[in-house]
Structures are given as C-alpha cells and as structure tokens.
C-alpha cells in the first residue's frame, strides 16, 4: 500500500466519526422544549375545562342555584281609627317595638258635643218633671186617704144588695165556666176533624172564634165579680149608693175615685220620665266615651316587630283609615327566591336549602316550603320584599323558611334580615346527569 492510499484511508476513519458527533444547536433544542410544554398546556386547560363541566353538571343535579333571592315577610298596615293631627310617630324606621307599645297619639278638637249638651237637657229635664210628678203624687195620697175617712160612716146601705149581686154574678161565672168548657171541647174535636180534613176551614175557624169568645167572657164576668165584690166591701166600709135614676154616691167617695184615678195617670207619666231621664243618662254615658274617643286616641302596636316604614309625619292631619305606618315580624321572616318555570318539579320540597347573604361570608340553612308557578304579582299579599320579576321569563317563586340555628348571633330574634338578598342552592330530586343534559338541551 502506498502512503497516499494509507493518508487517504485514516483521513476516511477518522472524519466518519467526527460527522456522526456533531452536537444539535441550542435554538432548535430550545425551539423543540417550548413545543413540548405548550402542548401539555393545551391538554391541562382541556381537561381542566372537561371537568370544570362534569362538576357544573353534577351540581346541577342536585341543586338550583339563583342569585336572585331575597329575605321578606309579610307587612302588617297601622292604620288611625279617627281624623285628627298625629303626634308622637316613630323617627325612622328600623327600630324596634313591643306588643301594645304606643306608636303614636291622634289628636282631633273639633269634635261637635252639640249631642252630649242636647242629652244634658234632655235628662235635667225628665229628672224635674219625674221630681214634679212625685211630690203630686204624696199630696194626692194624702188626700185620697182624707176622703176614704170620710166615707166610712156610709158602710152599711148597699151590704145586702151587693152580697145578693155577688152571689149572682159568681152562678153567671160559674155559667161562663161551663161555656168555656163546652167550646174548648168542641174547638179540640173540631181540630181533630180539620187535621183529618172532614171539616172545613170555615168550621174550625167557628170553632176557635167561640172558644176565644167564651175565653173573653169568662174574663169579663171575672172582672164584674170582682167589681162587685169590691163595691161590697166599699159599703161594708160606708159607701151608700141607692139603686135607680135617683142613686146618690157620697161626695167624699167620688172624689176619692177620682184621686185614684189621678194618681193611676200619674204614676204612669211618673214612671215614662223617670225612663226617660235614665236613658238619657245612660245614653249621655255612651256618647262621653264617644266623644272623647274621637277626641284623642293612642295608636297601640299590635305586635312584637320592627317599623318597616313610615308613611306619615307628625303634625300631618289624616283621615279616619289612613296608614301611619308599617310594621314586620322578623321572627317570622323566610326566603323569597325565583327559579326558571321549567324547574319547578326539580325542586324538593321540604329539602335543605342553602343560602348566603349577599356581604356576608357564613352560609345559612333553610326548609323549601313550597314552589308556585309563576312570581309574586299580586301586591294584596303585603310582602315587605319581593324579588326581581322578568316578564319576558317564565319563572317560578320559592318559598323558604329559615332555620332558627342558622343564625349567625344565636338568637333569631335580635337579626332582621327582611329586605337582604341572597344567593341560594335549592335542592332538588335526585335525577341522573345525562337526563338533566337532555332536559336541559330539549
């Protein structure tokens, strides 16, 4: 071998190697890195996204989530019972007040008490024509028994006549008796025939009439008995009166009668003034009250609340009905929340709600009472708070009670939450995932 062929063969050997050794150059190698942790990027972000999108859709099968939500409860209206001028109203509200506490006081002095001076004079003066009447009737008494003593020198003339009258006039009571008797019987049997429809309307009537009939004079003849038996015993006491045209009745006697006969009347006017003075007194009594009850009169709360609003001012003259003002029940307070219409049968009812108060971090419990189909329309409810309503959505309203040991001081009564919004999970029904993407979707 030659030495040019021996150079030629070691130049080949060693220059082969050195070829294959090259080292890559550092920008490529750099290129190649930042491809390699871009890509793991990507796929980190995807599978970040993917699970992002499980989890919401997990979520959602258990619970509605709506940040439209608010703490409300019912308003209670206090209203003033007359017209006046209000004094005494709360400064603003939010403050709290108990069961009977005075909220305010209505003033009105120009009440009329032209009807309390009208019954004044009305009693004052059936009081003194009463008073008048009394004093006339002792003096009538008086002279009433002056004559009847007069008259008992006479006792002796008309004894036997009248104890004669008497006898006949108790054969013609005992007569009526026996009339009474007979119609009474015949008026039974004349009803039995008339309930078997024998005899007629006309017959029955008949009947009735005659009994009634024979009723009147039974009592008639009672009265002429008695009639008689007193004027025995008037001419046993002295009382002469001889029988015939030329009959004479002593003057003292006569006038004795009379006197009675005044004194009847007047103890039945006695009696009607005195009524009447009674009555307006009681009346006079009634109307005091009235009037000073429309006077003044102290507006009371009727509950254990919170002033929600004020809607008069003090000093403003009202009507008789007028607002003064509001009042709430926080111890009666729940979550107004609005869900999509299309979720309502999602939701479960007496299931655990979670709510959070917007600005505050703790988050409270509370029972789903119940789900209406659509929102809060109608503001005869007195709702302190209602939330949001959309109309172009068709949406639901939730109703939840707050669970007293969720609250956040230990005592449910010292927190007024009315009027807060809040972010609420609403549980719902346990439904598969894929089910709620298609109810979703369709």
Same mark, same amino acid.
Request: hydrophobic residues 40%.
């Given at each position: 071998?030659?030495?040019?062929?021996? %150079?030629?063969?070691?130049?080949?050997?060693?220059?082969?190697?050195?070829?294959k050794?090259?080292?890559?150059?550092l920008?490529?190698?750099?290129?190649?890195?930042?491809? %390699?942790?871009?890509?793991?990027?990507?796929?980190?972000?995807?599978?970040?996204?993917?699970?992002?999108?499980?989890?919401?859709?997990?979520?959602?099968?258990?619970?509605?989530?709506?940040?439209?939500?608010?703490?409300?409860?019912?308003?209670?209206?206090?209203?003033?019972?007359i017209?006046?001028?209000?004094?005494?109203?709360?400064l603003?509200?939010?403050?709290?007040?108990?069961?009977? $506490?005075t909220?305010a006081?209505?003033?009105?002095?120009?009440?009329?008490?032209q009807?309390? %001076?009208? /019954?004044?004079?009305?009693?004052?003066?059936?009081?003194s024509?009463?008073?008048?009447?009394?004093?006339?009737?002792?003096?009538?008494s008086?002279?009433?028994?002056?004559?009847?003593?007069?008259?008992?020198?006479?006792?002796?003339?008309?004894c036997?006549?009248?104890?004669?009258?008497?006898?006949?006039?108790?054969?013609?009571?005992?007569?009526?008796?026996?009339?009474?008797e007979?119609?009474?019987?015949?008026?039974?049997?004349?009803?039995?025939?008339?309930?078997?429809?024998?005899t007629?309307?006309?017959?029955?009537?008949?009947?009735?009439?005659?009994k009634?009939?024979?009723?009147? $004079?039974?009592?008639?003849?009672?009265a002429?008995?008695?009639?008689?038996?007193?004027?025995?015993?008037?001419?046993?006491?002295?009382?002469?009166?001889?029988p015939?045209?030329?009959?004479?009745?002593?003057?003292?006697?006569?006038?004795?009668?009379e006197?009675t006969l005044?004194?009847?009347d007047?103890?039945r006017?006695?009696?009607?003034?005195?009524?009447?003075?009674?009555?307006?007194?009681?009346?006079?009594?009634?109307?005091?009250?009235?009037?000073?009850?429309?006077?003044?009169?102290?507006?009371?709360?009727?509950?254990?609340?919170?002033?929600?609003?004020?809607?008069?001012?003090?000093?403003?003259?009202?009507?008789?009905?007028?607002?003064?003002?509001?009042?709430v029940?926080?111890?009666?307070?729940?979550?107004?929340?609005?869900?999509?219409?299309?979720?309502m049968?999602?939701?479960?009812?007496?299931?655990?709600?979670?709510?959070?108060?917007?600005?505050?971090?703790?988050?409270?419990t509370?029972?789903?009472?119940?789900?209406s189909?659509?929102?809060?329309?109608?503001?005869? /409810?007195?709702?302190?708070?209602?939330p949001t309503?959309?109309?172009?959505?068709?949406q639901?309203?939730?109703?939840?009670?707050?669970?007293?040991?969720?609250?956040?001081?230990?005592?449910?009564?010292?927190?007024?939450?009315?009027?807060?919004?809040a972010?609420?999970?609403?549980?719902?029904?346990?439904?598969?995932?894929?089910?709620?993407?298609?109810?979703?979707?369709?």
């Amino acid at each position: 071998m030659s030495r040019r062929e021996y %150079i030629s063969m070691s130049e080949e050997s060693t220059s082969a190697p050195t070829a294959k050794a090259l080292p890559v150059p550092l920008e490529r190698q750099k290129a190649r890195t930042f491809r %390699i942790s871009r890509r793991f990027w990507k796929l980190g972000i995807a599978g970040g996204v993917a699970c992002a999108g499980v989890l919401a859709v997990l979520s959602e099968s258990e619970y509605v989530a709506t940040s439209n939500a608010v703490v409300s409860t019912y308003v209670l209206s206090v209203r003033t019972p007359i017209e006046g001028t209000v004094t005494g109203l709360p400064l603003a509200s939010g403050i709290s007040v108990k069961n009977m $506490e005075t909220l305010a006081q209505v003033e009105n002095p120009l009440v009329d008490p032209q009807m309390l %001076i009208n /019954l004044e004079t009305l009693q004052s003066t059936a009081q003194s024509t009463a008073d008048a009447l009394a004093s006339e009737q002792g003096a009538l008494s008086r002279q009433r028994r002056d004559l009847i003593s007069r008259s008992e020198d006479y006792s002796v003339a008309m004894c036997d006549r009248l104890n004669r009258d008497v006898i006949q006039a108790e054969r013609e009571l005992a007569a009526r008796r026996l009339a009474l008797e007979e119609a009474s019987l015949e008026a039974d049997r004349s009803e039995k025939l008339h309930k078997l429809q024998i005899t007629s309307d006309t017959d029955y009537q008949k009947a009735l009439s005659t009994k009634r009939i024979a009723e009147q $004079e039974l009592a008639a003849q009672q009265a002429v008995v008695e009639s008689i038996r007193s004027q025995a015993k008037s001419a046993s006491r002295g009382l002469l009166a001889e029988p015939g045209a030329s009959s004479d009745v002593p003057y003292s006697r006569q006038r004795a009668d009379e006197v009675t006969l005044r004194m009847a009347d007047n103890e039945r006017i006695l009696l009607t003034f005195q009524a009447q003075a009674e009555q307006a007194h009681a009346t006079m009594t009634e109307q005091t009250d009235w009037v000073n009850l429309m006077r003044h009169s102290d507006i009371r709360s009727p509950i254990n609340g919170t002033v929600w609003k004020i809607d008069t001012v003090n000093g403003e003259h009202t009507a008789a009905g007028d607002t003064l003002l509001s009042l709430v029940d926080c111890r009666r307070q729940f979550v107004l929340a609005v869900i999509p219409q299309n979720r309502m049968a999602d939701v479960a009812i007496h299931g655990t709600a979670r709510f959070r108060l917007i600005g505050e971090p703790n988050e409270r419990t509370g029972t789903v009472l119940s789900v209406s189909g659509d929102a809060v329309k109608d503001e005869n /409810l007195k709702l302190a708070a209602t939330p949001t309503r959309n109309p172009d959505k068709a949406q639901a309203m939730v109703l939840i009670s707050i669970d007293p040991n969720s609250s956040v001081s230990g005592n449910e009564e010292d927190e007024c939450l009315v009027g807060r919004n809040a972010r609420v999970l609403i549980p719902t029904v346990a439904t598969n995932a894929v089910f709620r993407l298609l109810h979703a979707g369709f």
